[in-house]
């Protein structure tokens, strides 16, 4: 979360010429809600279950750049998919600099406490071995949006 998922991938499919795939977007256009509304109103496991549907038929095309909500690789097969059919890439940042992008926003469902330190730490933390399993990992803190997609340009070169 604030990592900068969609921004970056919406700039290096650009850069690129590939077609820019927002994981959450397919999910709420085919399900005519929002991802907040859909865990306000259908649940978490609801959600994961159409998180889930939409990314495989999203990986059956290649040559796409794909941003993913975070909690995508906590569930097995998506894991083990994204890992097969992709470079998985994953984006970190510090607390501070998520907390500083996230701001006072109420629209991230799974930051609904009043202490969001805490709630991303937490997040972080349960899934820091599942995030692990990125082929790599680009710390996204330090960096401008054109220097991180230079970073993931050099890796892709270096990985194919």
């Keep these: 979360m604030a990592v900068g998922k969609s921004a970056v991938g919406r700039n290096l499919a650009k850069r690129l010429g590939r077609r820019f795939v927002d994981l959450d977007r397919v999910i709420e256009k085919s399900a005519g809600m929002k991802v907040r509304e859909i865990f306000e109103q259908k649940g978490e496991a609801y959600f994961r279950q159409l998180e889930k549907q939409t990314l495989a038929g999203v990986l059956a095309n290649d040559g796409q750049v794909i941003a993913t909500g975070g909690g995508v690789v906590l ?8 890992r097969k059919r992709t470079l998985l890439i994953g984006l970190s940042a510090s607390t501070d600099t998520i907390l500083k992008r996230v701001g006072e926003r109420a629209t991230r469902p799974l930051l609904n406490r009043a202490d969001r330190r805490e ?18 990992t680009v710390d996204t803190g330090d960096l401008t949006l054109n220097q991180v997609i230079d970073k993931i340009i050099e890796i892709s070169q270096t990985k194919s």
């Design 119 to 136: 709630q991303i730490e937490e997040l972080l933390n349960s899934r820091r071995a599942r995030y692990a399993q990125a082929h790599v």
């Design 75 to 82: 569930d097995d097969d998506n894991l083990a998919l994204l």
